[in-house]
């Protein structure tokens, strides 16, 4: 299994930006590429952004024109950064497979909390 850890969380007020990072154990080599998950308590595990091969990404049409992943495979890392931030994007973010078939355990996350 590899393992991910998540970083870079934090409370900001609404407008704020912060950049989230997540390392993993080895090489992940996956052509349906990773990404960033959000979770609310008392919700589903939902994503937000993904990047795949070629650098594609696509986004949440929440987080649209707002959020920006990156990925650096050499360091076996991916980044979220996240500008313009509202309260409804509170929650902890998890990185992963973009593929949820390919799954098998999930990191601590990291809190992101929005003030008003």
């Known amino acids: 299994q590899v393992q991910l850890v998540e970083s870079g969380g934090g409370l900001v007020q609404t407008g704020g930006s912060l950049r989230l990072s997540c390392v993993a154990s080895?090489?992940?080599?996956?052509?349906?590429?990773m990404a960033w998950y959000r979770q609310i308590p008392g919700k589903t595990r939902d994503l937000v952004a993904a990047?795949?091969?070629?650098?594609?990404?696509t986004y949440a049409d929440s987080v649209k024109g707002r959020f920006t992943m990156s990925g650096d495979t050499a360091k076996n890392t991916v980044y979220l950064q996240m500008n313009n931030l509202k309260p409804e994007d509170t929650g902890v973010y998890y990185c992963?497979?973009?593929?949820?078939?390919?799954?098998?355990?999930w990191g601590q996350g990291t809190q992101v909390i929005v003030s008003p």
């Open positions: 992963n497979y973009a593929d949820p078939r390919l799954i098998q355990n």
């Open positions: 990047i795949r091969r070629g650098g594609i990404t």
């Open positions: 080895r090489t992940i080599v996956s052509s349906t590429g």
